[in-house]
């Protein structure tokens, strides 16, 4: 099958509960309120229904693969916008790629600008893992800049927003630039730390009242309902209930990266779950049942039983992101459905919904580093506009991103280099926060 992994990864496997997890009641008590709210003979109701369908869905990703996932042309679509199929099947599967978004000699020269940015700077600049730091610690480089600014992206991610719907009047599909971080992994660097997960929260999603109300459907017995692009209920979900580094306090409608170099299969790039809807709704209702003690029934949902005496919820830590394993969700058949996204050249771009599983690439046996910008798209909310004000006060005082300030007291401004917000167009700066 193209783009599955080979030999699945040493990712853990949250067989077990972490023992502090355990003994935290905000568990237990989430689960309790969740089951008197909605009932026990809904939420079976809609496990069934959701492993049911899931059986359909991995067995297309299974047999498909990558070439599922969406593949766009950035100079078609930044002017005759999204098909109605297009569309349709973007928000099906919630990744998909945009080829060309930046001109792949542009691209190049980025890359260049920024490595000697970043050898200019290398006594000043963090990063992780430490004995090799690929996945910087610079928000505010002139090489992010550039790009968050381009004004094809700003118009590319106004279209991402539009595929969310708000009745409310609370909120626009205008751009919001959230300053996130930038990596330059070299060839044969292995890379653990990122498996299989959800950002946006993991805990949260079901003890926060308005976040648990975005899946009202899934846990009421009528999980075909779920509509996963409900902005008027999304805007409102604390995916900060619980404070941790691994929490955006921005709402992403698409989370994304722009390449600036070729990145491949099995060469540091990006494998995603290509489906929102059904994966997610598993991902939610897993909590509430445990397995049968057969292995041999484990698929067979209706052999699973309710579980409203533990705090458990596998995979979830209340200051991580949402992690998922093939031991934990079997039904989401990640050993197989689990797929690198197709191969990417300079100027490429690649979006995931906020609710899609994604994980980095374990290996990268490519021949030269693999090197991507996170750009992500952020619509116009309450939440947003409050967040990228205190960005970009940060920015100009010379302090880290609110989101990066934990541990770093880095002040970018002092690098070498250093050019700031000035020169600005009109679009971008009403993105980057001026005005607001």
């Not at 355990?22 to 709210?37: E, N, R």
């Not at 919630?94 to 691209?107: D, Y």
């Not at 409050?386 to 880095?410: C, F, I």
């Not at 700031?420 to 009109?426: H, I, N, R």
Request: aromatic share 8%; with cysteine.
């Amino acid at each position: 099958m193209p783009g599955r992994v080979q030999q699945w990864p040493a990712w853990a496997e949250f067989a077990e509960q972490d023992a502090a997890e355990v003994k935290d009641p905000d568990f237990l008590s989430t689960k309790k309120a969740i089951i008197a709210q909605y009932g026990a003979d809904r939420l079976r109701q809609s496990w069934v229904s959701v492993c049911e369908q899931l059986e359909t869905v991995t067995e297309e990703i299974a047999s498909k693969g990558h070439s599922i996932i969406p593949v766009l042309d950035a100079s078609r679509l930044l002017e005759e916008g999204l098909t109605g199929a297009q569309t349709q099947e973007v928000k099906r599967v919630g990744v998909f790629v945009v080829r060309g978004l930046i001109a792949e000699p542009e691209a190049r020269q980025h890359y260049a600008d920024l490595k000697e940015y970043v050898a200019d700077n290398k006594d000043r600049i963090q990063g992780w893992p430490a004995e090799s730091p690929s996945m910087l610690m610079l928000y505010d480089s002139p090489t992010q800049n550039a790009l968050r600014a381009h004004p094809n992206h700003l118009r590319l991610q106004r279209i991402l927003n539009e595929l969310w719907h708000d009745t409310t009047g609370d909120t626009s599909p205008e751009p919001l630039v959230y300053y996130d971080g930038v990596r330059d992994r070299p060839p044969g660097q292995e890379f653990l730390g990122l498996g299989p997960h959800i950002d946006a929260g993991s805990l949260c999603r079901w003890a926060d009242r308005s976040y648990r109300e975005c899946y009202a459907h899934v846990f009421s017995g009528k999980p075909e309902l779920h509509d996963c692009y409900n902005l008027g209920l999304r805007k409102g979900a604390d995916q900060e209930l619980y404070p941790g580094i691994a929490h955006s306090s921005v709402f992403r409608s698409f989370q994304g990266w722009t390449a600036l170099t070729r990145t491949a299969p099995n060469e540091g790039t990006l494998l995603a779950y290509p489906n929102v809807a059904t994966a997610v709704s598993y991902v939610m209702l897993r909590p509430f049942f445990t397995p049968p003690d057969d292995p041999a029934d484990v698929m067979d949902a209706t052999k699973w039983s309710l579980d409203d005496s533990s705090g458990r919820f596998p995979g979830t830590f209340k200051t991580e992101s949402q992690r998922l394993s093939r031991s934990s969700h079997p039904h989401l058949r990640l050993e197989e459905c689990l797929v690198h996204i197709p191969k990417m050249e300079p100027g490429d771009t690649v979006w995931w919904h906020a609710d899609v599983c994604h994980a980095v690439d374990p290996a990268h046996q490519g021949a030269e580093n693999a090197s991507v910008v996170y750009i992500a798209a952020c619509p116009t909310t309450p939440t947003n506009k409050a967040y990228v004000r205190k960005q970009l006060d940060a920015t100009r005082g010379g302090r880290p991103p609110p989101d990066y300030q934990e541990g770093n007291d880095s002040d970018e401004t002092k690098l070498k280099g250093y050019v700031g917000l000035d020169g600005l167009a009109a679009e971008a700066k009403k993105a980057f926060g001026f005005g607001l």
